[in-house]
């Protein structure tokens, strides 16, 4: 029994044939495989990523009713401050003005019974200057300034 060349060829063709068949028969069982669990694991995402958007959903509410009441606070606060501040205005301007003059008077009275008794100071010596008589005198000169 003889085999021609072409027979050989026919043969060497189908075993590669074959070959390849069951290496795409593999990587398609694979394939199904790779496809069964993807859908397993999507679907068990979809079971658990629905509560947790239910529960995100609820916290979003809940936060906006807290942020509304929160406003509610910000802008009394805001009006508390404000009428603080016009309170405060209202008790400078009504007792500020007296007081800085009773403050002044007491001032200047202290000073003035501090002087009576107190001899006159002594002026500043300037070396190389000599100061005029009235300043001397400790009474101010109206040509010169202090």
């Known amino acids: 029994m003889r085999v021609s060349g072409g027979e050989v060829a026919g043969i060497l063709v189908a075993?590669?044939?074959?070959?390849?068949?069951?290496?795409?028969?593999?990587?398609?069982?694979?394939?199904?495989?790779t496809l069964k669990a993807t859908t397993k694991m999507v679907s068990e995402v979809s079971e658990k990523a629905v509560p947790l958007l239910a529960d995100a959903s609820e916290t979003v509410r809940s936060a906006h009713t807290q942020l509304a009441r929160v406003d509610a606070i910000t802008s009394d606060v805001?009006?508390?401050?404000?009428?603080?501040?016009?309170?405060?205005?209202t008790v400078s301007s009504a007792f500020g003005g007296p007081l800085v003059k009773v403050a002044a008077f007491g001032y200047g009275v202290r000073?003035?019974?501090?002087r009576k008794g107190a001899p006159?100071?002594?002026?500043?010596?300037?070396?190389?200057?000599?100061?005029?008589?009235?300043?001397?005198?400790?009474?101010?000169?109206?040509r010169t300034k202090d």
Not at 15 to 33: D, E, K, N, P, Y
Not at 111 to 114: E, S, V
Not at 123 to 142: K, M
Request: no cysteine.
């Open 15 to 33: 075993v590669f044939w074959a070959i390849l068949v069951s290496f795409l028969a593999l990587v398609l069982v694979r394939l199904a495989q």
């Open 78 to 89: 805001q009006e508390v401050t404000a009428n603080a501040s016009a309170l405060s205005s």
């Open 111 to 114: 000073r003035a019974i501090g």
């Open 120 to 142: 006159a100071p002594e002026p500043p010596v300037v070396v190389g200057r000599t100061l005029p008589a009235a300043r001397r005198n400790g009474r101010r000169n109206r």
